[in-house]
Every structure is written in structure tokens, then in C-alpha cells.
């Protein structure tokens, strides 16, 4: 078999037109590479323990950081050498750009996503009387691309304690409490290693993108530590104004066209 499988899941039928153009990227880039690729629909949700569901039942996004997690230790076990996860809404604009580290370059035996999150300073308040808005950036890792290999002191110990947690936690839980969040908290900690060309897209970067430029683009390439050539398009958030599908549709034509961000 070949050494490196790549692996997608959502639900069926898919939520948005323009997650299908997301998805064949990653298709046509892993065959290109020589990669198994296998898309995974709602039975990923069987790698999980009956009260991880009950407990997950509102929140199906968080029962899908676990399950990820427990899919790319089954498939590790199978006799992959490699096994990598990219969401649904991951876009590989950048084909030839978009290569996975050698062994020798990649010690640990894994490597996260980049996120360099973009907004507003004044998030909670209303933008649109204000024409030049003030904006932030958090500096963190996110776990729409994550990559493990045979070997790896990783991924068997974050899936442990994400499962942990989750247990323990008690009221409410943050939709990305055992995803970014936990992963960026480990990052602050051990630093782990970076696929920096597997980024994320905030809402405001992307209207740069289809304005020809702006602040929040600019501050997004001052702040990236390479240059991006795949992005993860952050479908959670399309239900919102920010994402409508129209936009969407636009911005990928364009990262297509243009190759890079």
C-alpha cells in the first residue's frame, strides 16, 4: 500500500456548494502525490464511546475533534506509514507548494496547522460605520490539517487527555475546547512542530482577498511565518454574514487563479 493516506469526513449531503471544490483540491492533490485518499461521512462518529456522544449530542463539531483523533490512530495501526487530516473546508490552492515534510526534516514525527487568526480589536461592536477598523492577531496552531507518523509520542497522548477532559468538563463547552484551543495550549507549552503552509482564513482576510488587498491581509502576511499554500476556509463560521456562499465561491476562484494568498 502506498505509505501516506490522506483523510476527510463530513456529513452528507454537504452543507455548502463550495465545500465540493475544497474537497477535490485535496483529491487531486493526494493523487498526485501517490497518496491513498479516503473520505470518511458520519460513521467516523463509531470510533467513539457511547457517552461521547450523549455527551456531545448539541455540539457535533466537538465530537468530531475526538473522533479525527481516534480515526488517525486506527489507520496508523492499519500499517500506514503516515496518515494526514485535512477538513472539508481545507483548500489546497497552491499544488505545487503544498508538500508534506521528509522524515529527516520532521523528527517529532507530526506536525499541526498554522493559524494566524485575524479580526477586529473592537469584535463585539458594530464595524460597519467604521471604514478603517483596528485589528488584532492571535498567533495559535489548529488541528484542520494535522499530520502523525509511525513513531510519534503525540497523537496517542493529546487523544488521551482531549478524551479526558471532556469527561471532566462540566456546563457549556467551548465549541473548540479539545481542538485549537487545547492544541494551542500544548503548542505555548512544548512547541510543537508546524506545517506552516497549511494555514487559516479568518472572515476578514478573506474580504481583503476579494477587495484586492486591506489592513487585515496585510497584517496576515506580516504575521505568517511562510506562505501559504493551502488554507483552511473556516465553514463554521459561513452561516454568518461574514462567509455567505456567494463569497465564498469567489474566494476560491481566486486562490486557485492566483496560487497564493
Known amino acids: 500500500m502506498p505509505s501516506t493516506l490522506i483523510i476527510q469526513s463530513h456529513c452528507k449531503p454537504l452543507p455548502h456548494p463550495w465545500l465540493a471544490p475544497c474537497i477535490n483540491s485535496i483529491k487531486s492533490w493526494a493523487k498526485n502525490e501517490g497518496f491513498d485518499y479516503q473520505f470518511i461521512g458520519d460513521e467516523i462518529f463509531e470510533t467513539l464511546v457511547p457517552w461521547v456522544l450523549e455527551k456531545t449530542q448539541a455540539q457535533r463539531v466537538i465530537a468530531t475533534d475526538l473522533a479525527r483523533l481516534k480515526c488517525l490512530q486506527q489507520k496508523l495501526l492499519s500499517g500506514y506509514e503516515r496518515v494526514v487530516w485535512m ?28 493559524e494566524v487568526w485575524i479580526q477586529p480589536k473592537d469584535l463585539g461592536e458594530n464595524q460597519s460605520h467604521k471604514k478603517s477598523p483596528k485589528y488584532k492577531v492571535y498567533t495559535k496552531v489548529h488541528n484542520a490539517f494535522l499530520l502523525f507518523a509511525q513513531g510519534n509520542a503525540f497523537l496517542d497522548f493529546y487523544t488521551a487527555h482531549a478524551e479526558r477532559l471532556l469527561k471532566k468538563v462540566s456546563g457549556p463547552i467551548p465549541p473548540q475546547f479539545i481542538g485549537p484551543k487545547l492544541l494551542t495550549a500544548l503548542h505555548n507549552v512544548v512547541q510543537c512542530p508546524v506545517q506552516e503552509s497549511a494555514a487559516m482564513l479568518s472572515p476578514w482576510v478573506i474580504r ?34 461574514a462567509l455567505v456562499d456567494q463569497a ?3 474566494v476560491i476562484a481566486r486562490l486557485l487563479s492566483d496560487g497564493a494568498i
Do not use: Q, V, W
Request: aromatic content about 10%; charged content about 25%.
Open 87 to 114: 477538513d472539508a473546508d481545507f483548500l489546497i490552492f497552491a499544488p505545487e507548494r503544498f508538500h508534506l515534510p521528509t522524515y529527516s526534516e520532521l523528527p517529532e514525527n507530526y506536525a499541526l496547522g498554522r
Open 208 to 241: 481583503d482577498i476579494l477587495g484586492n488587498g486591506g489592513p487585515a491581509l496585510d497584517l496576515f502576511r506580516a504575521k505568517s511565518n511562510d506562505a501559504a499554500a493551502g488554507a483552511n476556509l473556516c465553514s463554521s463560521l459561513s452561516d454568518s454574514a
Open 248 to 250: 465564498m465561491d469567489k
